[in-house]
């Protein structure tokens, strides 16, 4: 039952490629770059992969593994798509380790086809606001992308624990959309779901329907959004009537109607966050603590 109770159970507000190319000087951790040839989308783009700590030292030990998508805004201010904003994860990932607060795991960032191409890979569905239009996107061959040949890459050349309950995936506004349809598309892949500020609205918010018919969804999910995701001059304190919040509480209401465990679903609305990539890693360090926390 959706209620008041419910809502407080899950309510967080916040006020106020094959070639491995040298470590970047920006860069906190220890983060290998491959060049990527995609058949499926018919492209090349980098993967960035993050290992934990002494990975070379401990080469019988295996690890969970985050896909994380948008890879150029993940790690360096110099390669983000929108001008000095980054997620920040290899800082906020070597300050978790450091405290023991989460598990050691494998993350690997997923770059997009460029500013002209990331919303043909991510958009499953028509988005009549995109402009310019794109009329037949491909997004519903991302799923494929990812897990016959990204995670068979990984799989190959990492130790990553393998099966749904070691495998995460992940994205902030189109990415968290694809990362949701992925996971409705490959059922039992995926044990874990990262969802940041998602455009769930694209299509008349067809992802909702496709969830709502969906019988199977990862164990544990975390969704991230801010009630200011436009930008507004103006925001009011624990104003949640924007869309994207909205759009969060449905899919919320629907895990809880197909009785998703309360404890295995994490929203955070943070008061007036934006649609950016810092509110993405703001948050970053909440999300990684509830999907894999150090046991």
């Known amino acids: ?55 070379n030292r401990n080469r019988n030990q295996k690890y969970p593994v985050l896909y994380l998508n948008d890879g150029q805004n993940l790690f360096q201010v110099r390669t983000a798509q929108t001008k000095n904003s980054e997620w920040g994860i290899d800082e906020t990932y070597k ?3 450091a405290y023991r607060e989460i598990e050691p795991i494998i993350i690997v960032g997923i770059d997009n086809a460029g500013r002209s191409g990331r919303a043909n890979e991510y958009l499953p569905y028509y988005d009549k606001y995109l402009s310019p239009p794109l009329l037949n996107p491909n997004g519903k061959k991302y799923p494929q992308f990812l897990t016959e040949e990204v995670m068979s890459f990984i799989e190959k050349n ?44 694209v299509d008349e918010a067809k992802i909702l329907k496709e969830a709502k018919e969906a019988t199977q969804f990862p164990n544990k999910i975390y969704i991230g959004v801010g009630t200011n995701e436009e930008g507004k001059p103006n925001c009011t304190p624990g104003d949640l009537s924007h869309e994207a919040v909205q759009d969060v509480l449905k899919l919320q209401k629907i895990l809880q109607e197909k009785e998703f465990e309360d404890k295995n679903l994490k929203v955070l609305i943070e008061d007036c966050a934006t649609h950016s990539e810092t509110a993405y890693g703001r948050r970053f ?3 990684m603590r509830f999907l894999y926390p150090r046991k």
Not at 29 to 40: C, G, N
């Open 158 to 201: 990492y130790r990553v624990k393998k099966g749904a309950e070691f495998t995460g995936l992940g994205g902030a506004s189109y990415g968290a959309l694809i990362s949701l349809y992925t996971a409705i598309k490959k059922p039992k892949t995926f044990g874990r779901l990262l969802l940041e500020s998602p455009s769930f609205y």
């Open 95 to 97: 300050d978790l380790l």
């Open 285 to 287: 360090s909440e999300a």
């Open 1 to 55: 039952m959706f209620n008041k109770k419910n809502l407080l159970a899950f309510l967080v507000l916040v006020l106020c490629f094959s070639t491995v190319y040298s470590q970047r000087r920006s860069v906190v951790a220890d983060l290998r770059f491959h060049k990527f040839k995609s058949e499926v989308f018919g492209n090349t783009r980098t993967l960035r992969v993050l290992v934990p700590p002494r990975y």
